[in-house]
């Protein structure tokens, strides 16, 4: 089992930036797999980046490429999310997830773990 808490979301002017912090419990973290996705009112849950348990192998949605980073730090059972030279558009609730494995996905059906969310909101 693994439970997840977000922090480090807020008002940012565009242009900004902001890191997210997920601190996660259980003591097996480094066997998940750990992603962030966002979901902005009146739309889906969305993909956003995902990390596997070799900090080696990242992915990340096309729309954050290049201005966000993810990471992980085991030994502090913590996954970040460095996001740099916000947009309006990025305006949303973020949310942490896990899955136990080692295998990539981008949907969200494939996590079993969430956090309660953190809101990001990027002013224009």
């Known amino acids: 089992q693994v439970q997840l808490v977000e922090s480090g979301g807020g008002l940012v002017q565009a242009g900004g930036s902001l890191r997210l912090s997920c601190a996660a419990s259980?003591?097996?973290?480094?066997?998940?797999?750990m992603a962030w996705f966002r979901q902005a009112p009146g739309k889906e849950r969305e993909f956003v980046a995902a990390?596997?348990?070799?900090?080696?192998?990242?992915y990340y949605a096309d729309s954050v490429k290049g201005r966000f980073t993810i990471s992980r730090d085991n030994a502090k059972n913590t996954v970040y999310l460095q996001m740099n030279n916000l947009k309006p558009e990025d305006t949303a609730v973020y949310y942490c997830?896990?899955?136990?494995?080692?295998?990539?996905?981008?949907?969200?059906?494939?996590?079993?773990?969430w956090g309660q969310g953190t809101q990001v909101t990027v002013s224009s």
């Open positions: 997830a896990a899955r136990l494995g080692f295998q990539f996905f981008d949907v969200p059906t494939r996590y079993g773990y």
């Open positions: 259980g003591r097996t973290f480094s066997s998940y797999a």
């Open positions: 990390i596997m348990w070799s900090v080696r192998n990242t």
